[in-house]
């Protein structure tokens, strides 16, 4: 099993509409988790991050932590086709320690 | 805040030449910085970690003496392809982590797309 997991999709929606991204994961031990975007050939965009458990808003972005069920998710509100990218899940434990990636998602708002 | 440049954003060298990609943190100081590789329609693979004034740790499978990482200071990291091949054409990333206690926060660079000839 996979340290993280995360669909690769492709996710296609229409524009306005509620996007849910996931990630699962193994390592209880992960403490801090990020969304990232990236954009073709273009380096990822830090989203959300959060710490433990709980939710955190940003604009249209939602970031919730499921520690208990080793599930993080991101929501994206009000899609519009600027948001077409690849959304990579990204955690870490304690320490200066590296990231885990998600294999990331690839999403397609259609106008 | 929080902007990590590279340069090159692209390079083009001949099979045998050696390629330094310079990674910066523009508004912050970086305690560890982070050496990535990506194909194609593929997630990012994690080359080598660094901290700064010390030698940097790779994953395995990585060659040290081929890809040579230097952090000189807080603030800029090269990585250095040594004798380039084709098979090491491919799109390197870095990303920083700030130095403040806690953070876990990572600013990844735009990249620098790498073709050898």
Known sequence: QKEVEQDPGPLSVPEGAIVSLNCTYSNSAF??????????????????????????????FTAQVDKSSKYISLFIRDSQPSDSATYLCAMTRSGNTPLVFGKGTRLSVIA | GAVVSQHPSWVICKSGTSVKIECRSLDFQATTMFWYRQFPKQSLMLMATSNEGSKATYEQGVEKDKFLINHASLTLSTLTVTSAHPEDSSFYICSAREKVRGSREQYFGPGTRLTVT
């Not at chain 1, 990232?36 to 955190?56: A, C, F, H, I, V």
């Open chain 1, 31 to 60: 403490q801090y988790f990020m969304w990232y975007r990236q954009y073709s050939r273009k380096g990822p965009e830090l989203l959300m991050y959060t710490y433990s458990s709980g939710n955190k808003e940003d604009g249209r």
